[in-house]
């Protein structure tokens, strides 16, 4: 029989949601800081949600830092570019 929940239910059960937050961190991190910088702000997200809401207080802030620290370039980026 094949289940008919959808995948992102049978992912839920089948790691910690945390887990979910830092995977989804790193790629945007690594997405954001090759080519797409507007993906800075999802990997800030996961990062304070790590930080916040789980017991994972130093990849959550190394998450949040280096969203920022990408955030930061494109804004200067941008505004150097006026």
Do not use: H, K
Request: with cysteine; hydrophobic share 50%; charged share 20%.
């Amino acid at each position: 029989m094949s289940d008919s929940r959808p995948w992102f239910e049978r992912l839920r059960e089948e790691y910690d949601e945390s887990d979910l937050f830092l995977v989804a961190g790193l790629a945007s991190v690594i997405a954001a800081w090759i080519r797409i910088p507007e993906l800075s702000v999802v990997a800030i997200y996961c990062g304070y949600r790590l930080y916040v809401n789980y017991d994972r207080r130093i990849s959550g802030g190394i998450l949040v830092v280096l969203g920022l620290a990408q955030l930061l370039r494109l804004v200067l980026f941008l505004a150097t570019q006026l």
